[in-house]
């Protein structure tokens, strides 16, 4: 499999639905073509969703224990979910982020990134490097999320590093040594959830009062705080150092001329954080003249296909407002569409509004680094130094 070679890959030729091995040697159908994609995507009953949360490098008996330690579940829930329960939990959680209590929180966000701003312009005005990943983009998401469904009390870096370790754990090729350190570190956290999912209140709750199990309101807030808030937190470091990069758009933003939201739809298009996605095949059908026996298993490439240039007019431009910017993937389709996209794209308005102006006449120190992942990019810094002269 390609991991964290996708970016490099992305450009190169590829068929509209592609046969390859994995690192462990198990075959997957790449699906590259954005009309394919979403056909998937669209159809949950041939290409249900059971697969989505199967770790990418098999667990060990070892590893499989210390979770099992720890009572750790992931039932059918959201992400994972292809029974008759979905749409009810979709619709609780759905509730508590609906685009009005999303918007209620712009004014409280835009005041915070303001804030931040403008301690990291004073240290780029000294020379002194900032990393706008640690220092700007990390927490946000986060923070913005405990404003909207009540979660445990847990310290921030706590549960940035579960969900990172989370991340690791299912969707990147690990050796055994590394398996076990992360399974001991996502059980850990795991017994968080399940104690609170027991007697918290807001979203866990609801979904109790509903008559969901303990396990299905531990699956619903393990898939909020993964999804929820770790991949905006990375697509707002991913942007950003797009944009580092992107003097016009930049010069665009100031005077008006560039819309903040079309920058923030070129950045799902063409630097999203979740790069594919998987699917299984429950019966015999055909992809692009490409047949898939039921069972395989189906990787849809949702970066390659917000470059399609069936699509997009200038795919490999960064041209926000262009033709085809907004029909990308970056949130799925379908039934399993991300509940969140509301709020990842209010956060990301905001910081693109709020810190743009920070990127011009900096120097890039360290670009963001992505691990090797299937799923995930997952960068890990953005630092950025300024020139030591004060801007008028």
């Known amino acids: 499999m390609l991991f964290s070679s996708w970016g490099s890959a992305v450009q190169a030729p590829w068929p509209d639905v592609a046969e390859v091995s994995d690192h462990v040697g198990v075959r997957h159908l790449v699906v590259t073509r954005h009309a394919l994609v979403r056909q998937v995507l669209a159809d949950p009953v041939t290409y249900p969703p059971d697969n989505a949360l199967d770790a ?25 979910n292809s029974g008759a329960s979905h749409p009810e939990i979709r ?4 509730a508590a982020l609906r685009p009005e209590r999303v918007a209620a929180q712009r004014p409280w966000l835009t005041a915070l990134v303001r804030d931040r701003v403008a301690r990291l312009g004073a240290r780029l005005d000294t020379g002194e490097p900032v990393d706008l990943y640690a220092d700007l983009a990390a927490d946000l998401p986060l923070l913005v999320l405990a404003r909207l469904v009540e979660l445990p009390d847990t310290p921030v870096g706590a549960v940035k590093e579960f969900a ?3 991340l690791e754990l299912f969707w990147a090729p690990l050796d055994t040594d590394r398996q076990l350190a992360l399974a ?39 898939f909020l705080l993964v999804a929820g808030q770790e991949t905006t937190s990375q697509f707002l470091t991913l942007l950003l150092h797009r944009l580092a990069g992107e003097p016009a758009v930049r010069a665009g933003l100031r005077t008006g001329e560039v819309a903040v939201a079309d920058v923030v739809e070129e950045g799902l298009r063409l630097e999203p954080p979740i790069v594919t996605w998987r699917r299984v095949a429950a019966a015999d059908s055909t992809l692009g003249g490409t047949a898939v026996p039921a069972g395989s298993s189906l990787v849809l490439w949702l970066g390659r296909a917000g470059r399609d240039p069936a699509v997009v007019e200038t795919p490999d431009e960064f041209r926000p407002g262009q033709r085809g910017s907004r029909r990308h993937l970056s949130f799925g389709a379908g039934a399993h569409r991300c509940v969140g996209d509301v709020l990842a794209r209010m956060e990301a308005a905001v910081v693109v509004a709020e810190a743009a102006p920070l990127l011009d006449g900096v120097t890039v120190v360290r670009p963001p680094w992505c691990p090797d992942n299937l799923t995930f990019r997952m960068p890990d810094a953005f630092v950025v130094r300024g020139t030591g002269l004060t801007k008028s």
């Open 164 to 166: 990172r370790a989370a």
């Open 56 to 80: 990418v490098t098999p667990m060990p008996v070892t590893a499989l224990r210390v979770l099992a330690g720890h009572r750790f579940r992931l039932p059918p829930t959201l992400a994972n």
């Open 184 to 222: 001991a570190e996502v059980g850990r956290f795991h017994r968080v959830l399940r104690d609170f999912a027991a007697t918290g209140g807001g979203l866990a709750g609801e979904l109790r009062a509903a008559g969901h199990s303990s396990d299905v309101v531990v699956g619903a807030l393990f």
């Open 91 to 94: 619709a609780i959680v759905a």
